[in-house]
């Protein structure tokens, strides 16, 4: 058409419900369209907002720590957590877990001599080093842990949750932009970036160690459900069964120093490889 172009102009949109709940955050919605113009005109970007009374979402610091602590457990947790298997699917398809019973043993196995004499015990010693802002001993941690996941799926698993957590802490925990800095330069992995928030819960190293354990064994239930499959009920015996021991596992790592702490757990290793390249029902490598 003489004398009129075409533009594309963008409409972005803040609104927020008109009643708000304290977990509800104002949303973002943008719309593009493509509008003529006549010649000679610049091209515009409209932005319209519209404005409402809303009720900020709690920052970490106002909970009490045991509330902190059930936030850094749940399962809700934006990290990705209960989409990592750990082992478990390839330990299904070679016919070691199979049943409730299998499947009990596998996961307390991996609590008692992996999570509490590596990533627990890590935690455990992390939180302090964070509190005490003593950089070179947290390098020295996550030195470790970047050294110690024994294939690439466990070491994509620890730094796609470290970074998840490194967001949502930076958006809802307010931890100090100090800590924040320090964690970016570490690269982040999912031990440090937990012990960091952990660290300014509040909480004593072992109620924050129990629920780093607890956040663990739920996860780990849920993906045994789906993929060995068992039901609800299984699933709760063996969460229980888990939190029996979960005390044990926290004095282990607290009780552990650099040259006790390990991750040795060579059928882990060679089963978590073997799921890098296996074709699962649920979760895809």
């Given at each position: ?28 919605a943008t719309m593009t369209m493509t509008t003529p ?161 952990l660290a300014h819960s509040g909480a004593s190293r ?29 699933g709760q015996r063996m969460l229980a069964r888990l ?43």
């Amino acid at each position: 058409i003489t004398g009129i172009r075409m533009i594309t102009i963008t409409i972005t949109i803040m609104r927020t419900a008109t009643v708000m709940r304290p977990h509800q955050a104002r949303r973002a919605a943008t719309m593009t369209m493509t509008t003529p113009i006549p010649m000679g005109m610049h091209t515009a970007t409209i932005t319209a907002m519209t404005t409402a009374t809303s009720i900020p979402l709690p920052r970490m610091p106002e909970l009490t720590p045991l509330l902190q602590l059930i936030w850094l457990a749940s399962p809700a947790l934006p990290v990705g957590g209960f989409s990592y298997s750990e082992g478990l699917e390839a330990a299904i398809d070679a016919g070691r877990v199979h049943d409730e019973a299998s499947c009990g043993d596998w996961l307390l196995d991996q609590l008692l001599l992996t999570q509490a004499r590596g990533d627990l015990a890590l935690i455990a010693q992390a939180i302090p080093a964070w509190q005490a802002a003593d950089v070179l001993r947290l390098r020295e941690l996550s030195d470790w842990v970047h050294a110690t996941r024994e294939s690439q799926e466990l070491r994509l698993q620890t730094e796609q949750m470290g970074r998840s957590l490194w967001a949502w802490l930076r958006e809802m925990a307010q931890v100090p932009a100090a800590d924040l800095q320090t964690l970016t330069e570490l690269a982040p992995t999912w031990p440090m970036a937990l012990a960091l928030a952990l660290a300014h819960s509040g909480a004593s190293r072992e109620q924050a160690l129990m629920s780093a354990a607890f956040g663990w064994a739920e996860n780990m239930t849920q993906a045994a459900l789906k993929s060995v499959p068992l039901g609800q009920s299984s699933g709760q015996r063996m969460l229980a069964r888990l939190a029996r021991h979960i005390p044990e596992a926290v004095q282990t790592a607290l009780s552990l120093d650099d040259e006790g702490r390990q991750v040795m757990s060579p059928m882990l290793a060679i089963l978590s490889a073997r799921h890098e390249t296996q074709y699962s029902r649920l979760f895809r490598s």
